[in-house]
């Protein structure tokens, strides 16, 4: 498996869930029209408990690549992400990832190296830093923002985050109050998102498919989130590979 796959998988799945046992029903969109709170939409980002994706399958191609893989993915607040990479029908874990708001620790067990970088490492290589993660699997990030509200137009609303060095553009579901369709916009990256398949846990909603097209050198990321366990009292803890040779991320 190469690198770069394992890093780029260590970087996308930084965000968690909701704060139940997910039973994976439909969602039921309806129209809706009147003033989002833009409260209403934050309060049901991933990234607001710990939580455990048992399974979660992921197509990547591009870059003359085209590879699929199973990870597992555990959460631990405030800011700690213990990430499993392995092959699709692979019985050996390939790579384990570690990942807080400034750290990446990576286990290559296949190379017997271990990736390490900072958040400035992160974002010399992507445009982006490891806090911006969450927003690609959906997460409403307002930074300094106080806007209360925003419009809805046909069930839908947009919002605008303008950034130093990035602007996002959301497409929200009024009645869902989740992301359909995020697009981030910097000098090195012009991504768009796509979320559809939502399931609901009591009032809890997240997407079960997401789309990434067009970040870093990577066409298409396509992951499928099948079993999940919300609020679970993970403990998170990250082994180095004995005698692994430690490579800093450039």
């Known amino acids: 498996m190469r690198k770069e796959i394992i890093i780029f998988i260590g970087l996308i799945i930084v965000a968690g869930c909701s704060t139940k046992r997910a039973t ?3 969602v039921n969109v309806s129209k809706y029209s009147g ?56 019985l050996i874990e390939a790579a384990r990832i570690l990942l807080t708001s400034d750290t990446i620790l990576i286990n290559d067990r296949i190379n017997q190296t271990l990736y390490f970088g900072s958040n400035q490492n992160v974002k ?13 699997l959906g997460d409403l990030i307002t930074g300094s923002q106080t806007l209360s509200g925003v419009n809805c137009n046909e069930g839908n609303a947009v919002f605008r ?12 579901d009024c009645e869902t109050r989740k992301c359909k369709e995020v697009t981030v916009e910097n000098e090195k ?14 009032e809890m909603i997240f997407p079960r498919r997401i789309r990434i097209n067009n970040f870093a050198n990577f066409a298409l990321l ?21 005698n692994y040779d430690p490579v800093e991320l450039k």
């Open 222 to 242: 396509e992951m499928a989130i099948d079993r999940v366990e919300f609020n679970v009292n993970s403990s998170i803890e990250f082994i180095q590979g004995r």
């Open 124 to 136: 010399k290589i992507y445009g982006f830093d490891l806090m911006f993660f969450p927003v690609l």
């Open 161 to 172: 985050e303008n950034r130093k060095d990035h602007i996002i553009n959301y497409l929200i």
């Open 35 to 90: 003033l989002l709170n833009v409260s209403d939409v934050t309060e049901l980002n991933f990234t607001a408990q710990s939580f455990f994706i048992q399974r979660a399958d992921i197509n990547i191609v591009g870059d003359g690549i085209s590879q699929k893989v199973i990870s597992t993915i555990k959460f631990a607040e405030p800011d700690s992400f213990l990430i499993s990479v392995r092959a699709l029908g692979g």
């Open 24 to 26: 994976l029903s439909s």
């Open 189 to 202: 990256n012009y991504i768009s998102i796509e979320f559809d398949n939502f399931g609901k846990d009591g």
